[in-house]
């Protein structure tokens, strides 16, 4: 899988959406669920645009332009995302100053960078491609300076922006770009390509990534277990009731907003197994998931799950971590105690 080339899942819709290119919108807003390909949509799309030759209306991967591409330094196109996600991608080194987080945010130096671009000609007259993403990372000041270029757009120029969360953009800025939605690919076709890319057991893999297929490759190159130890701990604990101490440890070394996410998606299985449904996240522990949910309070599991969901918008900043996962822990086990 190269970067100037769709997934398989996107070929489709890529091929509509590029055929249009003569009166092709100078912003489009591409947009889906996490982890189901907006970026690599967006990636293929500026290479799709920028290819030389390209094969029914995609990249070749082949001439010059592509080859440009994949090097990272075609002269008509510039990635804009935050430093934290250069980072990430290897594109850009920590070490610089190791003191200094790398930013969240796309920042108004990095829009305002652009505008001599705008005015420079572009290679054999073709089209000069923005990439920003995640677009949700633009601060409101660099989303305004966006927002100003976007009504006056420059010539030749097309901006493709990748989100997962529109409703969190300037709405103003929306208004101004196409919108582009894609879907979420079938579960068969999902678990054949994460066997392709030589991911095992895909499709436990698939079902804990909540059907994103991109979201379950990239756990399983991290060497995650399908189902994270502090949750088969939970699942222990609620069987042989126990206390909780052993829990608030193990979520103690877990990002806040990673477990509350997890308690989520684990809560949403117990409750399918309350009503006697299959679980959708952690079918590997069906059988446990069902007999816990059998047995408990369904009252105590609903009012769990609104503890959680209050849990979701103060996970990023707990005031006192320590004090949070003793008392989730206690508070979570209990509420999965049999009637
Ligand atoms: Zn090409």
Redesign the pocket.
């Known amino acids: 899988m190269s970067m ?1 080339d769709f997934l398989p899942w996107q070929q489709a819709p890529a091929r509509r959406w590029l055929a249009a290119r003569e009166r092709f919108a100078h912003a489009w807003l591409i947009h889906g669920r996490p982890g189901c390909g907006q970026m690599d949509f967006a990636l293929a799309g500026a ?2 645009l ?6 029914e209306g995609l ?9 440009w ?1 994949l090097a990272g330094n075609h002269p008509d196109l510039r990635r804009i995302r935050p430093d934290a996600q250069a980072v990430r991608e290897g594109a850009l080194d920590v070490a610089e100053d190791a003191k200094k987080q790398p930013s969240r945010e796309i920042r108004i130096e990095q829009i305002r960078s652009l505008l001599p671009w705008f005015n420079t000609a572009t290679h054999r007259g073709g089209w000069r491609v923005a990439l920003l993403y995640p677009a949700e990372s633009l601060n409101a000041i660099a989303a305004n300076a966006l927002l100003k270029i976007l009504e006056e757009p420059p010539e030749h120029t097309v901006f493709l922006l990748a989100a997962q969360a529109p409703d969190r953009l300037l709405p103003t800025l929306v208004s101004r770009c196409r919108r582009l939605p894609l879907t979420v690919p079938g579960a068969a076709e999902s678990v054949a390509w994460l066997q392709a890319q030589g991911v095992q057991e895909p499709a436990a893999r698939l079902a804990a990534a909540g059907g994103a297929p991109l979201l379950a490759l990239e756990q399983a190159r991290a060497g995650q277990p399908v189902m994270p130890d502090w949750m088969m701990l939970f699942l222990d604990q609620a069987a042989a009731g126990g206390d909780g101490a052993a829990l608030a440890d193990a979520l103690q070394a877990v990002d806040p907003a990673d477990w509350v996410d997890g308690f989520q998606r684990l809560w949403l299985d117990l409750s399918l197994g309350a009503h006697g449904l299959p679980p959708r996240y952690h079918p590997a522990e069906g059988a446990r998931i069902a007999a816990i949910a059998k047995a408990l309070d369904p009252a105590a599991l609903a009012h769990a799950a609104g503890w959680l969901q209050q849990q979701r918008r103060l996970a990023r900043h707990p005031l006192n971590p320590k004090l949070l996962t003793d008392h989730a822990a206690r508070y979570l086990l209990q509420a999965v105690r049999p009637r």
């Open positions: 100037t290479s799709s920028l290819c030389e030759t390209p094969r990249a070749c991967g082949q001439c010059q332009a592509c080859r591409v």
